[in-house]
């Protein structure tokens, strides 16, 4: 399974706080703003997201479609054909997509601790 880019999103209390701390160890932005509360950085190949007032918890996201530089891959498993595939695992996904739709959509699963999953297509 091609789960595409990887990233790890964070709730944070202080987006500039935030910023500030990760800007010190070496991450730079590369995508998101300020006045919509969220921003994407990247350290070499590492990304984080960080967002405030988003969502409760932290999540382990993937993004199927693209590379680790938000650049579309030519080929990829389609975020319907992953969740098909985890559901014939006997994985409990929380929030499904519909199956029979196209583009765009995401689902939220948990792994055996409740560390929620977020495998997010954009495209």
Not at 21 to 48: P, Q, V
Not at 57 to 66: D, E, H, I, Q, S
Not at 71 to 80: A, G, H, K, M, S
Request: aromatic residues 8%; negative net charge.
């Amino acid at each position: 399974m091609k789960l595409g880019a990887f990233s790890v999103s964070l709730s944070v209390k202080d987006l500039q706080k935030s910023k500030d701390f990760y800007e010190k160890l070496g991450f730079s932005c590369m995508a998101g703003a300020m006045e919509h509360n969220y921003l994407i950085m990247k350290n070499g190949e590492h990304i984080i997201g960080l967002f405030q007032a988003m969502f409760d918890g932290n999540m382990l996201t993937f993004n199927p479609g693209w590379d680790q530089n938000a650049q579309n891959l030519e080929t990829f498993d389609d975020v319907r054909v992953i969740q098909k595939h985890l559901k014939e695992q006997g994985i409990e996904v929380q929030k499904e997509t519909d199956e029979t739709s196209s583009g765009p959509a995401h689902i939220y699963l948990k792994d055996p601790d409740g560390n929620m999953i977020l495998i997010d297509q954009h495209r």
